[in-house]
């Protein structure tokens, strides 16, 4: 019988003829693999695109409930930082010169300065306030009087605290009044 195969494999026209039927059976197996492995990605591609957009809904709903969480807070920039100050003071010393109305430390939850200390080579730093109001009535009385620091103290600036995409997404607006797209811009963070 070894001799019968190598005298057919002597004959050019078997030899052609397998050489046909293994291709024809390593193209078919290679065609089934890879029709396999694509509807494979497809359909990992597909979860992927799901899993995408469920993140997407999961961050949004985070960054509401984040920001709703800091609607009773406010930011304070530009009010240098020295050695062995009193926040306290320095909070009430800011509400006393805002002219704010029956308000007084006591409307405060909790406050601290965000960021690192004074640096060895910016002993001007001014690291941001985070006060926490406990109401949000009071954090909005806040707001309403920081207008009366553009006087006294131009370069100290009290905003809501946002978060950072929100806070993005109101540098956008801001960025697109200035170049007139927008006639005005406003925003009221927490709802009230």
Not at 58 to 77: C, I
């Amino acid at each position: 019988m070894l001799d019968a195969i190598k005298e057919a494999l002597q004959d050019d026209n078997v030899v052609a003829g397998l050489a046909k039927r293994i291709a024809s059976v390593v193209t078919e197996t290679i065609a089934a693999r890879l029709n396999a492995m694509d509807k494979s990605l497809r359909e990992k591609d597909d979860k992927i695109k799901q899993l995408e957009e469920h993140v997407k809904r999961v961050d949004a709903q985070l960054d509401r409930m984040e920001q709703y969480s800091r609607r009773s807070s406010v930011r304070v920039t530009g009010i240098k930082e020295h050695d062995g100050e009193d926040l306290d003071r320095i909070v009430t010393n800011l509400m006393d010169d805002m002219d704010v109305q029956d308000m007084d430390i006591n409307n405060i939850n909790r406050m601290h300065s965000v960021g690192p200390r004074n640096s060895l080579t910016n002993k001007n730093h001014a690291r941001q306030i985070i006060i926490q109001f406990k109401y949000y009535q009071s954090k909005t009385t806040f707001i309403k009087a920081r207008k009366s620091l553009r006087g006294k103290h131009p370069n100290v600036y009290v905003a809501e605290d946002l978060t950072k995409p929100i806070s993005k997404l109101l540098y956008l607006v801001r960025t697109l009044k200035k170049a007139r797209t927008f006639k005005t811009v406003g925003h009221t963070m927490g709802g009230s």
